[in-house]
């Protein structure tokens, strides 16, 4: 009977923080460049059971087991906004950005121009090309950013073509070594550089948007939420079983 508390304490465990994970992904479902987290589980075998009656094979008590999360880096679907300075990464690449922090990686290329000209994400971080900073002039017009990412402008009245940097394209060698940070922003693990991405290319124009599904994700709410009721009811049966057992014990015949 302990067992099956026990079993049903680490199912609820798991489903709670299933849940943050759902949550956390409907929370985003509008946010641009924003990439699915899951969750995975793994059995978790231990030895309780020690009587002799008790064969070999049911001796060992399996818990579930949170081990952790995975991002899904699948594509998320490209939105025309119209903005020339708006970028949608295809492929397997981040854009890199200078934050007080260091350098960080995103997906989000809804791109602005600061009041010094330079070129920025919409929280304010500085986009890296790969001479450092992008610059623009006050005299700069007709925009155009490449599918490599080399930005180039028509400058001043004699109408002159200027490149005024190439996006810092890079990737990992495992997507999975891409940390989260907060506000849209990745991190490289430890011990891990990312290197110069030259097979992934950028839309102007457009922004990636998230790649989590809406309805899917509402969908697992639901079932996680129910799964976690019936858990709770178990546990409800098995605390009254043992009420009763303890109660018929100490019922004692005068």
Known sequence: ???????????????????????????????????????????????????????????????????????????????????????????????????????????????????????????GDLVLGTGGPIVLQPTDHDINISPDGTVTVVEGVNRTDSIRGKLKLVSFADPQQAQKQGNNLYSAAGGVTPQPDTKSTVQQGYIEKSNVSAVGEMSRMVEVMRSYTQVANMLQVQSDMRKNAIEKLADVPA
């Open 1 to 123: 009977m302990e067992n099956a508390l026990l079993i049903g304490l680490s199912r609820q465990m798991v489903l709670e923080r299933q849940l943050d994970v759902v949550a956390n992904n409907v929370a985003n479902v509008n946010t641009n460049g924003f990439k699915a987290d899951q969750q995975l589980f793994e059995e978790y075998l231990s030895s309780k059971a020690h009587e002799d009656n008790f064969p070999g094979a049911s001796r060992k008590v399996s818990y579930v087991q949170d081990r952790g999360t995975y991002r899904d880096f699948s594509q998320g679907s490209a939105q025309h906004t119209g903005n020339a300075l708006d970028v949608a990464i295809s492929g397997n690449g981040f854009l890199t950005v200078q934050t007080a922090a260091g350098e960080r990686y995103t997906r989000d290329g809804n791109l602005h121009m600061n009041n010094l000209g330079q070129l920025v994400t919409a929280a």
